[in-house]
């Protein structure tokens, strides 16, 4: 089963293009976690870039417009050379961003407090408590050097968390992705400044628990 719903359609000349897809909730739902203009730009400048790049390089090889997201990611090694870095780079973005969208929700309607059901449970089994893995989880946000996510996933059936670098999907490495937190600083700057762990700390206020125990379902 998919894990990020596919957005394509057909360009001026028929061939199937991947295309941004729209917010879940309003810009400003998030705050005052997440201001309305980060929202705004993140998703409407940095992410659409992310989807017009990879557009840009698949249009060179034709072959590869009819491979699903997933497919690009799982793959990226058959990507052919010249492309393979742009759609590592901007697939990658196209794919997290995608996720990180419906993985949040505005605090209090959806958004914060723990995950229970399966998914807390097997929080639980894998790194004792709740609070133990919020600690660590937080942890690979904080000091991801420079650009990059962290992570949580689904990898044999067990959770693991990590961060990654710049774009780099899961998916590469035959994880499966159900929790990320995006530490790039245009998803953070304009509000907290060089202040990653104070962003972090208030992401977790609006961390969508029902969608992240679908998805670790799902990957199941």
């Given amino acids: 089963m998919a894990q990020v719903k596919e957005h ?19 810009f400003a739902a998030l705050e005052p976690y997440i201001d309305t203009q980060t929202m705004q730009i993140h998703h409407g400048k940095h992410h659409q870039a992310y989807v017009t790049n990879l557009n840009n390089a698949l249009s060179k090889h034709p072959e590869l417009l009819t491979r699903s997201l997933e497919e690009l990611l799982r793959g990226i090694n058959a990507v052919p050379d010249d492309i393979r870095t742009t759609v590592r780079n901007n697939g990658g973005g196209h794919h997290n961003h995608s996720l990180f969208w419906t993985i949040m929700a505005p605090a209090g309607n959806g958004g914060g407090g723990e995950p229970s ?4 449970d097997a929080i639980k089994r894998t790194f004792g408590e709740f609070a133990k893995f919020k600690e660590q989880l937080s942890t690979a946000a904080t000091s991801q050097f420079g ?8 990898a044999n059936g067990k959770l693991e968390v990590a961060g990654r670098p710049n774009q780099d999907s899961a998916l590469m490495d035959e994880k499966i992705p159900i929790l990320g937190v995006d530490v790039w600083e245009h998803a953070y700057y304009l509000k907290y400044q060089n202040r990653r762990p104070e962003y972090v700390t208030a992401w977790w206020n609006v961390v969508n628990w029902q969608e992240v125990a679908r998805r670790y379902e799902a990957a199941l």
């Fill in 117 to 120: 059901g399966k998914l807390g």
């Fill in 147 to 154: 650009s990059g996510w962290a992570w949580l996933t689904v």
């Fill in 8 to 26: 394509r359609a057909a360009g001026t000349s028929g061939e199937i293009r991947h295309v941004l897809p729209e917010l879940p909730y309003d």
